[in-house]
């Protein structure tokens, strides 16, 4: 799970997760079901007649037809004015996050995006971005932990959520987890803390304002041999709630919640050299609406 479970900084949300921020929940095993070989009789009716021409004919005609539909309607004829870009959502964010095209942001502050658009889209994709940081390894390092609050809150919150932030990821809490004073793991073992956000939605939207949902998944843990804190994966929605402030979208406020999350498969998990080399190799990304 996410190491900022129900802590009480920034949300507003009571209750929830027990203290143990990592503790693994349990899944239901996905069912596998049995298809019929070929050749197989499933309904006891034998095997079904051969079309004839004309019924042949039929369906290519139709297909063709569909064919026809599908390509007159990607010109570019439609309420997008003909630009290719896909119509936004409404103001009650409903329907599906879809890419427009336009690009997210102006620039990189380390690994945290910023100069976001000020609008709908810019809002979440805002969003999406901080909850990654705010769900990252570089949380728990209190160097790289200041700065991320001074980049993605608001001033006049930065001072207090630091303060929190420290008293929530203490030396009590690191000691639970395998790392040390500074937020590093034991020789030989690596921390991974790995966001991905899924889609995001906005609750509430004006030019000063707004309330975006993100919907993420992640691997939380502790990989080597001889790690007691297995890397395991999360599913959980934050709730950000920013504020347009010095030509960008802060932070003001945020709160997480578990789920939704799928039904586990069955896939064999990766041992833990395998999850080190990923976490080392494949670098992580801006995401944009």
């Known amino acids: 799970m ?12 009571p209750g929830g997760r027990s203290d143990d921020a990592y503790s693994t929940l349990g899944g239901t095993r996905q069912t596998r079901t049995r298809m019929h070989r070929s050749g197989e009789d499933p309904d006891g009716y034998g095997r079904r007649p051969t079309r004839n021409s004309r019924s042949l004919v039929m369906i290519v005609g139709v297909v063709v037809l569909l064919i026809a539909a599908i390509a007159f309607a990607n010109q570019g004829g439609g309420d997008n004015g003909g630009t290719g870009k896909a119509k936004k959502p409404d103001a009650a964010g409903v329907g599906p996050t879809t890419a427009t095209g336009t690009k997210p942001v102006q620039g990189k502050n380390g690994t945290i995006a910023y100069g976001f658009a000020h ?20 949380i728990l390092k209190p160097d790289r932990r200041a700065q991320i609050v001074q980049q993605i809150f608001i001033a006049e919150r930065a001072g207090e959520l630091d303060a929190k932030f420290n008293q929530a990821y203490d030396q009590s809490f690191l000691d639970k987890i395998g790392l040390d004073a500074d937020g590093n793991a034991a020789p030989g073992l690596t921390y991974v803390s790995r966001t991905a956000p899924l889609g995001t939605k906005t609750v509430a939207y004006s030019d000063a304002t707004t309330t975006i949902e993100v919907w ?56 833990a050299d395998e999850i080190a080399r990923a976490v080392e190799e494949y670098g992580g990304f801006t995401y944009a609406r």
């Open 2 to 13: 996410s190491q900022g479970d129900e802590r009480g900084y920034g949300g507003s949300e």
């Open 119 to 138: 609008d709908e889209q810019g809002a979440q994709s805002a969003a999406a971005n901080y909850a990654v940081a705010l769900v990252s390894a570089d």
């Open 216 to 271: 993420c998944t992640g691997v939380f843990g502790t990989a080597g041999i001889g790690s007691t804190n297995p890397v395991s994966n999360d599913w959980f929605t934050m709730s950000l709630k920013l504020q347009w402030t010095g030509d960008d979208w802060k932070v003001d406020s945020f709160a997480q919640k578990d789920g939704p999350a799928p039904v586990n498969t069955d896939r064999t998990a990766s041992n």
